[in-house]
């Protein structure tokens, strides 16, 4: 390897994985645009993110740690411990870093969901 073709020409100068959002919600991971075209699959209905690019700042993130990919959620002990067995296949977030807004807080307890944010600050 040359000096000019040093360890730093192997790292893409702006990785896609930068441009990628996990759902506060469920930590599902997807890229902006695929939250705006299609939603968030496991919880469009209270988290309305489908064409709202205001609604997908403020209800995904950037600032996640590790990936899990989820292929058959009902047999993965995986996605019993992260607790997205009864959600989509994909990938998810291990650590979801931010919480839901209150709005969306009051919504899920209005329909008698608990919330529990997936920063692990709440196991149990």
Known sequence: MSQQQGPQALIPPQPRAKALRACLLCSLIQTPADFRRNGCPNC???MQLRGAPDRIQSCTTTHFDGVIAVINPDESWVARWQRTSKYVRG??????KGRVPEDVEAELESRGIKYRPRDQTDMD
């Open 44 to 46: 469009e209905e209270v």
């Open 91 to 96: 990938m998810y977030a291990v650590r979801v």
